[in-house]
């Protein structure tokens, strides 16, 4: 297998909510997409936001649960400062902020927040992650 990772896929409860939280509220650039599926630009990969009951039945598995999923999404900003105003984007937007911004022990800088369906987003400066030599 060729290690990459082509697509992220949320099952979200209300798509048109959802597709506004992350174009208007977090800024992303939605890219052409479906009445049933909205698509974002993530660089190499892509988001895509999904009715969470028609993930289920397309992966042959029940849509109920809820709790931690044992998963959490990440992205990389240039400065704690960013780190900090992603974090009040995502709050004004109507997501959680579960953790704000702090310094870690690995030496950066990283919060949480939660989106409108409850998936986790880090949002994490590294130091070393725009670095030419990570």
């Known amino acids: 297998m060729e290690p990459q990772l082509s697509f992220v896929t949320l099952g979200v409860h209300d798509l048109a909510r959802a597709t506004r939280f992350y174009a208007e509220g977090l800024g992303l650039r939605q890219l052409k997409s479906l009445p049933t599926v909205s698509f974002f630009d993530l660089g190499k990969t892509r988001l895509a ?9 397309d992966a042959g598995i029940s849509p109920e649960g809820s709790g931690f999923a044992g ?10 400062q960013e780190a900090d105003e992603l974090l009040t984007s995502a709050s004004r ?8 911004g702090r310094k870690t022990d690995w030496g950066g800088y990283a919060g949480y ?6 998936f986790l987003w880090e949002v994490a400066w590294n130091p070393k992650f725009f670095s030419p030599d990570p």
């Open 71 to 80: 998963v959490a999404l990440a992205h990389n900003v240039r400065s704690p």
């Open 49 to 57: 936001l999904y009715p969470r009951e028609q993930l289920a039945a």
């Open 113 to 118: 927040f939660a989106d409108l369906d409850g």
């Open 93 to 100: 937007a109507g997501g959680r902020v579960l953790q704000p």
